[in-house]
C-alpha cells in the first residue's frame, strides 16, 4: 500500500459543507487531532422517533461517520467497513458530541471507537457507544 497521506482538519471541514447529509443533519466538527475527531449535532425535532429522543440512525450516523474521520486523520481516504452501536439511554439533549479515536490503525484496516453523549444543563450523559472497521482506499 501506499503511504498514509492523513487528511487535515481544513479537508474534512470542506467534507462536511459539500456533504449533504451532514448538513441535513447538522454535523460539526469541534475538535480534530491524529487520531481522535469529536463532532457534533444540535438536535431539533426533525431528527426525532415517536417518543421524541433523537433518532438511533442518527446516532449511528455520528458513530460511523466520526470513527471514519477519526481514521482519516491518520491514513487518508477510507471507508466503512462495519459498524456496530450500542444504545444505552435515550437521546435527549441540548447537543448531541460524539467523540471517536482510533484503537489501531493497521495496513489495510483501522479499528475505531466513539461514544455519544447527550449534553443538558451542562451536563454529559452517555447515550451510545460504537466500534467500527475503517478500510483504506
Keep these: ?9 481544513e479537508y474534512l471541514e470542506q467534507a462536511l459543507e459539500h456533504s449533504p447529509f451532514a448538513q441535513l443533519i447538522g454535523f460539526q466538527l469541534i ?3 491524529p487520531g481522535r475527531i469529536s463532532m457534533e449535532v444540535l438536535p431539533r425535532r426533525e ?3 415517536h417518543h ?6 442518527v446516532v449511528g450516523f455520528m458513530i460511523d461517520s466520526a470513527c471514519a474521520w477519526a ?3 491518520l491514513v487518508g481516504d477510507v471507508v466503512t ?8 439511554a435515550p437521546a435527549i439533549g441540548d447537543k ?6 482510533v484503537i489501531k490503525a493497521g495496513q489495510r484496516q ?15 450523559k452517555i447515550v451510545a457507544t460504537g466500534l467500527a472497521t475503517i478500510a483504506r482506499v
Excluded at 500500500?1 to 482538519?9: A, K
Excluded at 467497513?81 to 444505552?88: C, D, F, G, P
Excluded at 483501522?110 to 454529559?124: K, P, W
Aim: charged share 25%; net charge negative; with cysteine.
Design 81 to 88: 467497513s462495519e459498524y456496530k452501536v450500542n444504545l444505552l
Design 71 to 73: 481514521a482519516a486523520s
Design 47 to 49: 431528527l426525532t422517533q
Design 52 to 57: 421524541g429522543y433523537v433518532h438511533g440512525a
Design 31 to 33: 475538535d480534530f487531532a
Design 1 to 9: 500500500m501506499d503511504s498514509p497521506r492523513p487528511i487535515s482538519r
Design 110 to 124: 483501522v479499528v475505531t471507537r466513539a461514544d455519544v453523549f447527550a449534553v443538558r444543563d451542562g451536563e454529559e
Design 96 to 101: 448531541l458530541i460524539c467523540r471517536s479515536e
